[in-house]
């Protein structure tokens, strides 16, 4: 279960990544599509927030809340690399 201070980490490593970038959103399952993930598509992240293990990602007039519970996790990719999750085929 990722804790506090995992989630601290995760949201400097996005923010460092990806911060002032535009992403590409896209859903891989019916709970992402469900919550409008595709919202975020040609955003731009502003910034990132921790608060405990919630984790606050700021989009152009968007906020993305995300809560890891027991198993989740954030992968960054470079553009044009391959998705290498296991959990999610690219595309």
């Not at 460092?16 to 409008?36: H, K, L, T």
């Not at 700021?58 to 959990?87: A, I, K």
Request: no cysteine; charged share 30%; glycine share 18%.
């Amino acid at each position: 279960m990722a804790e506090g201070d995992t989630i601290l980490r995760a949201g400097r490593r996005i923010e460092a990544g990806i911060g002032g970038e535009e992403v590409r959103g896209r859903a891989g399952n019916g709970r992402g599509r469900a919550a409008g993930v595709e919202r975020l598509d040609g955003r731009r992240l502003v910034r990132v927030e921790s608060h405990g293990k919630h984790l606050l990602l700021h989009f152009d007039e968007l906020v993305l809340h995300s809560h890891l519970g027991m198993s989740g996790s954030w992968h960054l990719y470079r553009r044009g690399t391959r998705w290498r999750s296991r959990l999610l085929p690219p595309g």
